[in-house]
């Protein structure tokens, strides 16, 4: 089946990331709820790892939170994109779309932030 550049159907993650959603549609629906729902799978998982009682749940649920965990970060750098982009083609109030773009940079920021301090801490660890 030949397809042309023009008649592709995009599929949900291509749309997603070009911002085809609208803002409004991929800030809340694409990005806001999904990370409230991957928030409370992973405090789940968190509670789950407390009260494990033998090696093999344990591991289980820890696999279980890495994998969750890698996805959701995966998702959330892909929706920050997706924001960007969505705000940049807003052609709504033009306070909306620099709204988006603080949020972005700041969650970006904030991400920064928090990769520096966990190295900062493995590196201070490693000190005699």
Known sequence: MA???TNV???FPVRLVRGDYGL????WIGTILP????AS????????ID???NLADLMTYMVMLVVLSTLGYSYGLTCLVSIW????????????SI???VFVICWVLFLGTLYGLSSLSLSLDSLP
């Open 41 to 48: 799978a992973t405090r789940t998982l968190r509670d789950e």
């Open 9 to 11: 159907k995009r599929v």
């Open 85 to 96: 982009n969505a705000a940049t083609r807003h052609a709504g109030r033009q306070a909306w």
């Open 3 to 5: 397809v042309s550049g």
């Open 35 to 38: 990370g409230i729902l991957v």
């Open 24 to 27: 409004v549609k991929t800030f």
């Open 99 to 101: 709204s988006a773009k």
């Open 51 to 53: 009260r494990a009682e």
